[in-house]
């Protein structure tokens, strides 16, 4: 603890030493006005920016910026805004000589000229990007209806939302075939994302505060560290850039329409953002509000899709001391609780089954930027993570199942990037320390007669420690890239020291030194078609992760997970090639994708089930695969619009997941894995005013287990264990599924404000399980298809802009 103290207070000192040095620039009188337009009409909330400078604004609803304190030289200005071409302009300053430069965008289609940080931890456009990075913008998720950003990921090809569990609703994101675990989670491009807030954490996030998503697929560890081996999901929240407002409120019918139980999901949300006059400091803020009611998919009682409540908000603060230096802050609150099971209007020990969580997650971070010289960007960032979660997974009305974890996570560190001319590198370090402690709550065992009566006591249970871990990661990385005509290189390095401390059992303690290589190679065959090529590795490291903390429960079975004495860190190496192709035909905009993926596991991370008749515990026993584990396949994706009118996005993805060696119930493919999925989304502006929309996900036949007792006629019954301790379970294969949801919206105004109005159903043909295991006995873990049946929604959205 004294060395995390000690590198934070270095840190930290060295931050202060930078803005205290400081030599204020010059007095300026350099101003700059001008006007943006698109097509001939003005174009509100476009972006204005000097190059390698902290300065900024946005164009106002008529399209016009207005930027001081402009330091005489040479500068370049950029105008951008999503959905629009960039636009640039070289122009030199002189006091006392103010400035007019006026813009005029084109429509960027197919988003290529979208900037992205996620790919080299550096701002670039995204056909210049040494990997492919797909951006999930706000105007997606709004077209698909995503409550959370979690819903919304389904839209990205290789990526996958499942649900895990019936009683609370546990889900995750696959990536190429690997579980969601195999995926760095970063928060404006920070690691903090906890092993505790990530059982639930994309459902967790609304949609309303992303600026965007950027994704990246294929391993990552070389800049992001350990997990980063399927690829990386970066949530980049609002930056304030003009005076803006709006608020949107959404009912959803769940069930509607399906002759059985309907549950309602109300959501209101609500963002601002205010920016000085002189356009130094910004403020964004941000609110959600979410009430879900619980859902029973067959009418046993018990829930399918937990009853959820939702309070988030948060913010994002900057100050440009300077021209050359800015200091920005951002906080997020998070109060969710969640619950499945059944007899919600009683306590929790007195259901048949009930699982449930009550989270506070507090989430601040700190970033300095410092812009040197022409070309050169420095940050100093420290950012923190604080979980506290009450749980309750238990049944049979028990008052063991109680339990508290807290856990904190904070990222320190610093970057250094630096252009010379087509060439740059990025280098930095950074220190990510994650604590989590877990316990059972004690209580008084009571003794209960016949008639209900409490009769005596057998005294009071103390608690019980499930896991207190400690991590620390020291990271050191560096990436340089380097142009050769046509062709990019990157080569990019990461070396880091992590040290596992399990302050309770001991025997989880673990350190290792691990080194993850990267080379990417970008080729321009011609200026509409673009090769890549990449090598990756990178490592999981053997702690305890945040699926271990979910316990699936129902009466008769309980499911824990824990580590094997001498759990191995999984080392990965993958390979991939792509060939991206974006042309303009006729009015026809034309995008087209093929990627091919392919990563090794070696002493991949497997789980297989121990069954205790004396406790009835079956616990999850992750262990080291002695052949390791293979993920191979290929993503497809096609955009493609013959105007700005309307616009088609489509995904599919074909791949194989499968262990060297059978594990779970003598299987070696992974289950719960589609060997193939896709999605489709349609935007259609039918007049400036009516908007349609289409979207669609499938989903191909996987494997699953079930552990139920409803086991069918002719159905293979696998036994494992030996004596009394034997687990009786079987592999089963889904249907396909295909989700189609269609949404109208309307623009208009109501006392001068713009109003949207939209309404829409979801999985409009109902494709969902239809074999539920029901009672208190069921499998809880037996769920598959889409998370929700057919579902009704309407809804209104005010701002002070239309979005079409």
């Known amino acids: 603890m004294n060395k995390r103290i000690a590198l934070a207070c270095v840190v930290l000192t060295y931050i202060?030493?930078?803005?205290?040095?400081?030599?204020?620039?010059?007095?300026?009188?350099?101003?700059?006005?001008?006007?943006?337009?698109?097509?001939?009409?003005?174009?509100?909330?476009?972006?204005?920016?000097?190059?390698?400078?902290?300065?900024?604004?946005?164009?106002?609803?008529?399209?016009?910026?207005?930027?001081?304190?402009?330091?005489?030289?040479?500068?370049?200005?950029?105008?951008?805004?999503?959905?629009?071409?960039?636009?640039?302009?070289?122009?030199?300053?002189?006091k006392g000589h103010p400035a007019v430069l006026n813009f005029a965008l084109e429509t960027d289609v197919?988003?290529?000229?979208?900037?992205?940080?996620?790919?080299?931890?550096?701002?670039?456009?995204?056909?210049?990007?040494?990997?492919?990075?797909?951006?999930?913008?706000?105007?997606?998720?709004?077209?698909?209806?995503?409550?959370?950003?979690?819903?919304?990921l389904n839209y990205i090809p290789g990526l996958r939302l499942e649900n895990n569990c019936q009683n609370c609703g546990f889900t995750q994101v696959r990536m190429n075939g690997m579980d969601g675990a195999h995926s760095q989670v970063l928060i404006n491009n920070r690691a903090i994302f906890s092993?505790?807030?990530?059982?639930?954490?994309?459902?967790?996030?609304?949609?309303?505060?992303?600026?965007?998503?950027?994704?990246?697929?294929?391993?990552?560890?070389?800049?992001?560290?350990?997990?980063?081996?399927?690829?990386?999901?970066?949530?980049?929240?609002?930056?304030?850039?003009?005076?803006?407002y709006d608020i949107s409120t959404q009912f959803n019918s769940i069930g509607a329409g399906s002759g059985g139980d309907v549950a309602g999901d109300y959501s209101l949300n609500m963002n601002t953002t205010i920016v000085s006059d002189n356009k130094k400091t910004g403020f964004a803020l941000f609110g959600f509000?979410?009430?879900?009611?619980?859902?029973?998919?067959?009418?046993?009682?018990?829930?399918?899709?937990?009853?959820?409540?939702?309070?988030?908000?948060?913010?994002?603060?900057?100050?440009?001391?300077?021209?050359?230096?800015?200091?920005?802050?951002?906080?997020?609150?998070?109060?969710?609780?969640?619950?499945?099971?059944?007899?919600?209007?009683?306590?929790?020990?007195?259901?048949?089954?009930?699982?449930?969580?009550?989270?506070?997650?507090?989430?601040?971070?700190?970033?300095?930027?410092?812009?040197?010289?022409?070309?050169?960007?420095?940050s100093v960032y420290g950012s923190a993570q604080n979980v506290d979660r009450a749980s309750y997974y238990g049944a049979n009305q028990s008052l063991a199942d109680y339990g508290q974890t807290d856990g904190l996570t904070f990222n320190v560190g610093t970057q250094f990037k630096a252009d010379f001319g087509k060439n740059s590198l990025v280098t930095g370090f950074e220190l990510v320390h994650d604590d989590m402690f877990d316990q059972k709550l004690g209580y008084l065992d009571l003794i209960?007669?016949?008639?209900?009566?409490?009769?005596?006591?057998?005294?009071?249970?103390?608690?019980?420690?499930?896991?207190?871990?400690?991590?620390?990661?020291?990271?050191?990385?560096?990436?340089?890239?380097h142009r050769f005509g046509p062709v990019k290189a990157?080569?990019?390095?990461?070396?880091?020291?992590?040290?596992i401390t399990d302050l309770d059992h001991k025997e989880g303690n673990n350190s290792g030194n691990v080194f993850s290589p990267r080379l990417n190679i970008l080729w321009d065959l011609i200026p509409s078609l673009q090769w890549r090529v990449s090598y990756s590795q990178g490592y999981r490291a053997p702690q305890v992760f945040d699926e271990d903390l979910h316990i699936e429960t129902s009466g008769s079975r309980k499911v824990v997970h824990a580590n094997a004495p001498g759990l191995k860190q999984e080392t990965s190496h993958s390979y991939?090639?792509?060939?991206?192709?974006?042309?303009?035909?006729?009015?026809?905009?034309?995008?087209?994708?093929?990627?091919?993926?392919?990563?090794?596991?070696?002493?991949?991370?497997?789980?297989?089930?121990?069954?205790?008749?004396?406790?009835?515990?079956?616990?999850?026993?992750?262990?080291?695969?002695?052949?390791?584990?293979?993920?191979?396949?290929?993503?497809?994706?096609?955009?493609?619009?013959?105007?700005?009118?309307i616009f088609l996005k489509a995904g599919y993805t074909i791949q194989q997941s499968y262990f060297g060696d059978a594990q779970e119930l003598g299987e070696k493919d992974f289950l719960r894995t589609p060997n193939d999925y896709g999605f489709l989304s349609v935007d259609f502006d039918v007049t400036p005013r009516w908007c349609l929309l289409a979207s669609a996900t499938y989903t191909g036949k996987m494997k699953i287990a079930y552990y139920g007792s409803e086991f069918k006629p002719d159905e293979s019954i696998i036994e494992e264990g030996e004596g009394a301790d034997i687990i009786r379970g079987s592999i089963?294969?889904?249907?396909?599924?295909?989700?189609?949801?269609?949404?109208?919206?309307?623009?208009?105004?109501?006392?001068?404000?713009?109003?949207?109005?939209?309404?829409?159903?979801?999985?409009i043909f109902n494709a969902y399980q239809d074999d539920f295991d029901s009672g208190k006995d069921r499998d809880p873990a037996y769920i598959y298809g889409p998370t929700n049946p057919r579902t009704v929604y309407a809804g209104l959205k005010l701002n002070n802009v239309f979005g079409h």
């Open 490 to 499: 990157s080569l990019g390095a990461r070396f880091d020291r992590y040290e």
């Open 110 to 152: 197919l988003g290529l000229e979208q900037v992205v940080v996620t790919a080299d931890r550096n701002e670039q456009k995204r056909t210049t990007a040494s990997v492919i990075v797909n951006t999930l913008t706000p105007r997606l998720l709004e077209n698909t209806q995503s409550v959370s950003i979690a819903e919304g």
């Open 448 to 481: 209960i007669d016949e008639d209900g009566h409490v009769v005596g006591s057998n005294g009071h249970v103390p608690n019980t420690t499930i896991t207190d871990q400690n991590k620390n990661v020291y990271g050191i990385f560096a990436q340089y890239d």
């Open 732 to 763: 089963r294969t889904t249907p396909t599924f295909f989700d189609l949801g269609l949404k109208a919206e309307y623009d208009l105004k109501v006392a001068g404000l713009p109003l949207t109005a939209f309404a829409g159903v979801k999985n």
């Open 195 to 244: 092993n505790l807030a990530g059982v639930y954490g994309l459902e967790l996030i609304p949609s309303s505060m992303i600026e965007r998503i950027e994704v990246v697929r294929g391993g990552g560890s070389a800049l992001y560290g350990s997990n980063a081996v399927a690829g990386t999901i970066n949530l980049i929240t609002r930056d304030p850039m003009n005076n803006s």
């Open 289 to 378: 509000y979410r009430d879900k009611d619980p859902f029973d998919a067959n009418g046993d009682g018990y829930s399918e899709s937990s009853k959820i409540e939702n309070l988030t908000f948060g913010g994002r603060l900057y100050h440009r001391i300077d021209y050359r230096n800015k200091i920005t802050l951002d906080f997020i609150r998070v109060n969710e609780e969640r619950r499945g099971g059944n007899a919600f209007d009683k306590p929790h020990h007195e259901a048949d089954v009930s699982e449930s969580v009550d989270h506070k997650i507090t989430t601040t971070a700190l970033t300095y930027e410092r812009f040197i010289g022409t070309g050169s960007l420095l």
């Open 576 to 645: 991939m090639t792509s060939i991206d192709f974006n042309r303009k035909f006729g009015r026809w905009n034309i995008g087209l994708l093929t990627e091919g993926f392919y990563t090794h596991l070696n002493d991949a991370f497997a789980q297989n089930p121990e069954y205790d008749e004396t406790t009835g515990v079956t616990t999850y026993i992750r262990t080291n695969a002695d052949n390791g584990a293979t993920v191979k396949g290929v993503n497809f994706e096609a955009n493609a619009s013959p105007g700005k009118h």
């Open 16 to 94: 202060a030493s930078l803005i205290t040095a400081q030599t204020p620039p010059p007095e300026s009188l350099c101003r700059l006005t001008g006007k943006v337009i698109a097509e001939g009409e003005p174009l509100p909330f476009a972006t204005i920016t000097v190059s390698n400078t902290t300065l900024g604004a946005a164009s106002d609803i008529n399209g016009v910026f207005e930027l001081s304190y402009i330091p005489e030289g040479t500068f370049t200005v950029k105008a951008q805004a999503i959905g629009y071409k960039s636009a640039e302009q070289t122009y030199h300053f002189t």
